[in-house]
C-alpha cells in the first residue's frame, strides 16, 4: 500500500527566506506527482505536476523536483510571502492505467511566513 | 468560472438523516473523483468515474455512501443515515482523459458536512 510522508508537518520562517518542503513516497512505480496548496477551510489549488519520466517542475517561485527512484520530491519555495501562508500537500497518482485508483496525499506541511 | 463547483459548501446536519452533496466538474472533463478529508489529514480516495460508470470503490465508502454521475455530467454523494463520525470536508475533483494526458485533477471548493 502506498504511503505518502510530509516532513516538516509545521515550519514558521521570516518572509524572505528560501525554504524547501519534502514529501518520501513508499511505491516508487507512480504515474505523476502533485503539489497543492490549501488554505484554512478551503478546496485544494494545484501548484506543480511532475509526471514520472521528468525530473523538475517550475512556476514563478516554485519549483518542484522529483526522485522515482528513491521515492523522494521536494517543493522549493523562492523569496517566500506572507500570502504562502497555507497548507502544502504532496499526493502520488498510482501506475494503474493512468489515474484511476484516486490520488494518495501526504498530510500536509503548514507553513506560515512571518511578515 | 470554469473551475470545479460543489454544493452545498456547508451542510449541517442531526445524526440519522440523509444528505445529498453535488459536484459540477469542469466542462470538457470525462473522469470525477469524490474525496473525504478530515482535520489534520490529507484527502482520502473516496469514489472515481469514467463518465458515468463508476469504476472504483475505496473501502472507505460503506454501504451508507452511494453515488452517482448519471450522463456523465455533474455527480451526486449521499449519505444515509449520517454519523457523527461522517463529519468532515468532501471534496471533488476532475480530470481530463485522453491520449498524452497528464491525468492532472482540480479540486473543487469542498463541502463541509458537520453532523451534530
Known amino acids: 500500500k502506498q504511503e505518502v510522508t510530509q516532513i516538516p508537518a509545521a515550519l514558521s520562517v521570516p518572509e524572505g527566506e528560501n525554504l524547501v518542503l519534502n514529501c518520501s513516497f513508499t511505491?516508487?512505480?507512480?504515474?505523476?506527482l502533485q503539489w497543492f496548496r490549501q488554505d484554512p477551510g478551503k478546496g485544494l489549488t494545484s501548484l506543480l505536476l511532475?509526471?514520472?519520466?521528468?525530473r523538475e517542475q517550475t512556476s514563478g517561485r516554485l519549483n518542484a523536483s522529483l526522485d522515482k527512484s528513491s521515492g523522494r520530491s521536494t517543493l522549493y519555495i523562492a523569496a517566500s510571502q506572507p500570502g504562502d501562508s497555507a497548507t502544502y500537500l504532496c499526493?502520488?497518482?498510482?501506475?494503474?492505467?493512468?489515474?484511476?485508483?484516486?490520488?494518495?496525499f501526504g498530510k500536509g506541511t503548514h507553513l506560515i511566513i512571518q511578515p | 468560472d470554469t473551475g470545479v463547483s460543489q454544493n452545498p459548501r456547508h451542510k449541517i446536519t442531526k445524526r440519522g438523516q440523509n444528505v445529498t452533496f453535488r459536484c459540477d466538474p469542469i466542462?470538457?472533463?470525462?473522469?470525477l473523483y469524490w474525496y473525504r478529508q478530515t482535520l489534520g489529514q490529507g484527502p482520502e480516495f473516496l469514489t472515481y468515474?469514467?463518465?458515468?460508470?463508476?469504476?472504483?470503490k475505496s473501502r472507505l465508502l460503506s454501504d451508507r455512501f452511494s453515488a452517482e454521475r448519471p450522463k456523465g455530467s455533474f455527480s451526486t454523494l449521499e449519505i444515509q443515515r449520517t454519523e457523527q463520525g461522517d463529519s468532515a470536508m468532501y471534496l471533488c475533483?476532475?480530470?481530463?482523459?485522453?491520449?498524452?494526458?497528464?491525468?492532472?485533477?482540480?479540486f473543487g471548493p469542498g463541502t463541509r458536512l458537520t453532523v451534530t
Open positions: 475533483a476532475s480530470s481530463l482523459d485522453q491520449d498524452r494526458s497528464t491525468y492532472e485533477q482540480y
Open positions: 511505491d516508487s512505480a507512480i504515474y505523476n
Open positions: 511532475i509526471q514520472s519520466s521528468q
Open positions: 499526493a502520488v497518482d498510482p501506475y494503474s492505467g493512468g489515474g484511476a485508483d484516486g490520488l494518495t
Open positions: 466542462s470538457e472533463h470525462n473522469r
Open positions: 468515474f469514467q463518465n458515468e460508470a463508476q469504476l472504483e
